[in-house]
């Protein structure tokens, strides 16, 4: 059974970091890309950033570039999401989910929420 874990977030200032986390079980994990999502209220869930099994490949998408760095310890079967220079416009519950371009997946975690507020 996928189970994938979220956690990390919280309230920071414009400006300010937050490194999410990102724990899966249930599938081979070293064999698949990860990639972090985000829905803020109102909006459609967006794909923030993407990293290829072994580490090769990574897409960000354009709001972030230079600001959030993807990565991933396929010994732990983690993900992380290090995010600098947050913005409010960066609010939203964040998620992992296996592949690199679209959620493998139907099931998702329960998110992490990140609020940049002063």
């Known amino acids: 059974q996928v189970q994938l874990v979220e956690s990390g977030g919280g309230l920071v200032q414009p400006g300010g970091s937050l490194r999410l986390s990102c724990a899966a079980s249930g599938f081979s994990f070293s064999t698949y890309a990860m990639s972090w999502y985000r829905q803020a209220p109102g909006k459609e869930r967006e794909l923030v950033a993407g990293i290829s099994s072994l580490g090769r490949n990574i897409n960000y998408v354009e709001s972030v570039k230079g600001r959030f760095t993807i990565s991933r310890d396929n010994s732990k079967k983690l993900a992380y999401l290090q995010m600098n220079s947050l913005k409010s416009e960066d609010t939203a519950v964040y998620y992992c989910?296996?592949?690199?371009?679209?959620?493998?997946?139907?099931?998702w975690g329960q998110g992490t929420q990140v609020t940049v507020s002063s």
């Open positions: 989910n296996a592949g690199l371009l679209a959620p493998r997946f139907d099931s």
